[in-house]
């Protein structure tokens, strides 16, 4: 099983729409999460960190099932400006080298 | 304030042939993590260097090495290079002893093409 698992995607919404993305992780002990977000051919770019208690950016909002080992990133009100690959990633112990997972491709249409 | 940058911003190579990338990290960063994104993929961790030396290690081959310099600048090296070695390589640099926390920043990365 991968460390890090993420839907497959690609996911090609509407402007406006709604879209969810899911996260698993399979090592129990880690500590920290992320979502990054990476345009074509740029590199990740931190959108948000994943909190315990869950937590909202704007239009986006992020939540941690720690019992279940898995994370999700919900997009509301999407924007043509939302198209990238959105990365899950975790880190076991502080200091330690992220663990990404394979990415899922948003694509906005108008 | 200079974030992170990394040189050559692209390079084609040949099967065999030795290379060299070049990362500078963001200002007030000590530790430089190195991580290589083959297309349709997620980034995979290849080493981390901090006070000089190596600290962790991903799962790649002894091809891969690197160094850290007293500037906490630092190179990644690849020898023999095969086709697969084809890809974004990335540099991500974080603070072990700032206020940063856990995150990394990224450069803009060097893709590497082996022909």
């Known amino acids: 099983r991968k460390e890090v698992e993420q839907d497959p995607g690609p996911f090609n919404v509407p402007e406006g729409a709604t879209v969810a993305f899911n996260c698993t992780y399979s090592?129990?002990?880690?500590?920290?999460f992320f979502w990054y977000r990476q345009d074509c051919r740029k590199e990740p770019k931190l959108l948000m960190s994943?909190?315990?208690s869950g937590n909202e950016d704007g239009r986006f909002t992020a939540q941690l099932n720690r019992a279940s080992q898995y994370i999700s990133l919900l997009i509301r009100d999407s924007k043509l400006s939302d198209s990238a690959t959105y990365l899950c990633?975790?880190?076991?112990?502080?200091?330690?080298?992220?663990?990404f997972g394979p990415g899922t491709r948003l694509s906005v249409l108008p | 304030d200079a974030g992170v940058t990394q040189s050559p911003t692209h390079l084609i190579k040949t099967r065999g042939q030795q290379v060299t990338l070049r990362c500078s990290p963001k200002?007030?960063?000590?530790?430089v993590s190195w991580y290589q994104q083959a297309l349709g993929q997620g980034p995979q961790f290849i080493f981390q260097?901090?006070?000089?030396?190596?600290?962790q290690r991903g799962n790649f081959p002894d091809r891969f090495s690197g160094h850290q310099f007293p500037n906490y600048s630092s190179e990644l090296n690849v020898n023999a290079l095969l086709l697969g070695d084809s890809a974004l390589y990335l540099c991500?640099?974080?603070?072990?002893?700032?206020?940063?926390?856990?995150?990394?920043?990224f450069g803009p990365g060097t893709r590497l093409t082996v022909t």
């Open positions: 260097y901090y006070e000089e030396e190596e600290r």
């Open positions: 994943v909190y315990s």
């Open positions: 090592n129990s002990a880690s500590q920290s």
């Open positions: 991500a640099s974080s603070s072990k002893t700032g206020t940063d926390g856990y995150e990394q920043y």
């Open positions: 990633v975790v880190i076991v112990y502080y200091g330690q080298n992220f663990v």
């Open positions: 200002s007030g960063h000590d530790t």
